[in-house]
């Protein structure tokens, strides 16, 4: 009896070490952390592009060290990237001029882990020209766009195998600033909001903060209201939410400033906490504000300036969302363009668009100080870093 009691101990115990090992094997450990890398692939007025597609790295996770993988199949400046939560679709603008009878695009692609591919599934109109930037909503059946030249959002279904269908809701944007920049509306960024649901779009050359409601049954962007962002010539670029507390963050890229205030759930701005410079006072160096993120243990802030600064400015966010300033950092190239930080928060990615190369800094975990690596690594005419999560 005993021995039976022992044979069919040892087979349960034998049967949880099969099943261990059975895991282990379906999702191995790995070192690597895989992005794709948003590029130029024409010349135009402001660059140079010598990119030939969205290109696929992979970033050791211990030392920072970035590798190639793949190039996609390739369609025309794929600038601005965005990463489905599946893992298995990524979507590009392409930042372009479509001419008089035509408009810009919007490519979808499909990504093989096994082999790092990156697979052309087929391309939608932005409905504008030069679109610039996309994110995907909260929900995962919309890819939202903004376009540059024209200043329009759009809204675009996902549908079957992740391709994208053409779009069902368009939003012009209205009115201008002083600065030359802004003789029209010219949209940079739109996303939605994590917790709340609405969507937020920021217009560089109007000056304006625009609120939409995703309607995702009638698939619409339905307008709310739009917010004067002063001072007047700021030129928004780029937002960002905190996780954790109701404080919006707002890159001026004209003057170099960001912007700290409060909000409500429905995205009405209440009260300016804060207007920070990224340089120092007395530097009369042109800014160019670029790309802001916020660490994703929510203590850290970093924004990048380009034009003759090339720099990041790392901050630590204070009780009430005020910014300290902690250091400021030379890109080692020219025009910071993006930066990315890893999903585990240890290692930031610089893009240095004109110098062709990506940057890694290590981040310290207690004051977010950057610290060089030594890495750096030559990417054709970087532009936009995205993690595969």
């Given at each position: 009896?005993?021995?039976?009691?022992?044979?069919?101990?040892?087979?349960?115990?034998?049967?949880?070490?099969?099943?261990?090992?059975e895991?282990?094997?379906?999702?191995?450990?790995?070192?690597?952390?895989?992005?794709?890398?948003?590029?130029?692939?024409?010349?135009?007025?402001?660059?140079?592009?010598?990119?030939?597609?969205?290109?696929?790295?992979?970033?050791?996770?211990?030392?920072?060290?970035?590798?190639?993988?793949?190039?996609?199949?390739?369609?025309?400046?794929?600038?601005?990237?965005?990463?489905?939560?599946?893992?298995?679709?990524?979507?590009?603008?392409?930042?372009?001029?479509?001419?008089?009878?035509?408009?810009?695009?919007?490519?979808?692609?499909s990504?093989?882990?096994?082999?790092?591919?990156?697979?052309?599934?087929?391309?939608?109109?932005?409905?504008?020209?030069?679109?610039?930037?996309?994110?995907?909503?909260?929900?995962?059946?919309?890819?939202?766009?903004?376009?540059?030249?024209?200043?329009?959002?759009?809204?675009?279904?996902?549908?079957?195998?992740?391709?994208?269908?053409?779009?069902?809701?368009?939003?012009?944007?209205?009115?201008?600033?002083s600065?030359?920049?802004?003789?029209?509306?010219?949209?940079?960024?739109?996303?939605?909001?994590?917790?709340?649901?609405?969507?937020?779009?920021?217009?560089?050359?109007?000056d304006?903060?625009?609120?939409?409601?995703?309607?995702?049954?009638?698939?619409?962007?339905?307008?709310?209201r739009?917010?004067?962002?002063?001072?007047?010539?700021?030129g928004?670029?780029?937002?960002?939410?905190?996780?954790?507390?109701?404080?919006?963050?707002?890159?001026?890229?004209?003057?170099?400033?960001?912007e700290?205030?409060?909000?409500?759930?429905?995205?009405?701005?209440q009260?300016?906490?804060?207007?920070?410079?990224?340089?120092?006072?007395?530097?009369?160096?042109?800014?160019?504000?670029?790309?802001?993120?916020?660490?994703?243990?929510?203590?850290?802030l970093?924004?990048s300036?380009?034009?003759?600064?090339?720099?990041?400015?790392?901050?630590?966010?204070?009780?009430?969302?005020?910014?300290?300033?902690?250091?400021?950092?030379?890109?080692?190239?020219?025009?910071?363009?993006?930066?990315?930080?890893?999903?585990?928060?240890?290692?930031?990615?610089?893009?240095?668009?004109?110098?062709?190369?990506i940057?890694?800094?290590?981040?310290?975990?207690?004051?977010?100080?950057?610290?060089?690596?030594?890495?750096?690594?030559?990417?054709?005419?970087?532009?936009?870093?995205?993690?595969?999560?």
């Amino acid at each position: 009896m005993k021995k039976i009691i022992l044979l069919a101990l040892l087979a349960v115990f034998t049967a949880c070490g099969s099943k261990k090992t059975e895991e282990q094997v379906a999702k191995p450990e790995t070192d690597e952390a895989i992005f794709f890398v948003g590029t130029y692939t024409k010349k135009e007025g402001h660059v140079d592009g010598q990119g030939e597609g969205v290109y696929v790295y992979s970033m050791n996770k211990k030392t920072g060290a970035i590798s190639y993988k793949a190039t996609s199949d390739p369609v025309i400046s794929p600038s601005y990237l965005a990463v489905h939560p599946d893992g298995q679709h990524v979507y590009a603008v392409n930042e372009y001029d479509g001419g008089e009878d035509s408009f810009a695009a919007v490519t979808a692609f499909s990504y093989n882990p096994e082999d790092f591919s990156l697979s052309y599934l087929n391309e939608v109109s932005s409905v504008g020209q030069y679109p610039c930037y996309l994110s995907i909503d909260n929900t995962g059946k919309f890819v939202m766009a903004a376009n540059y030249v024209g200043g329009s959002v759009v809204l675009l279904p996902i549908i079957e195998d992740g391709m994208l269908g053409n779009y069902s809701s368009y939003k012009k944007h209205e009115g201008g600033s002083s600065h030359p920049r802004q003789d029209a509306p010219h949209a940079h960024q739109i996303f939605q909001h994590p917790k709340s649901g609405l969507v937020a779009a920021v217009d560089l050359g109007a000056d304006k903060i625009y609120a939409y409601e995703l309607d995702t049954l009638s698939q619409t962007l339905n307008y709310l209201r739009d917010f004067i962002n002063p001072p007047m010539s700021a030129g928004p670029r780029h937002m960002v939410f905190h996780t954790e507390k109701d404080i919006a963050y707002v890159l001026n890229e004209l003057i170099g400033t960001i912007e700290v205030a409060t909000y409500t759930d429905s995205l009405r701005f209440q009260q300016k906490v804060q207007m920070i410079a990224l340089q120092e006072p007395g530097d009369k160096r042109e800014p160019s504000g670029a790309a802001i993120k916020i660490h994703p243990n929510g203590k850290f802030l970093y924004a990048s300036n380009r034009g003759e600064i090339n720099e990041v400015v790392a901050f630590r966010i204070g009780e009430n969302g005020e910014l300290i300033k902690v250091g400021v950092y030379s890109s080692q190239g020219k025009t910071p363009r993006d930066f990315e930080i890893d999903p585990s928060g240890k290692f930031m990615l610089v893009a240095n668009q004109d110098t062709n190369t990506i940057v890694t800094y290590e981040i310290n975990q207690e004051t977010g100080e950057l610290i060089d690596t030594g890495y750096i690594e030559e990417v054709p005419t970087p532009v936009c870093i995205k993690f595969l999560n």
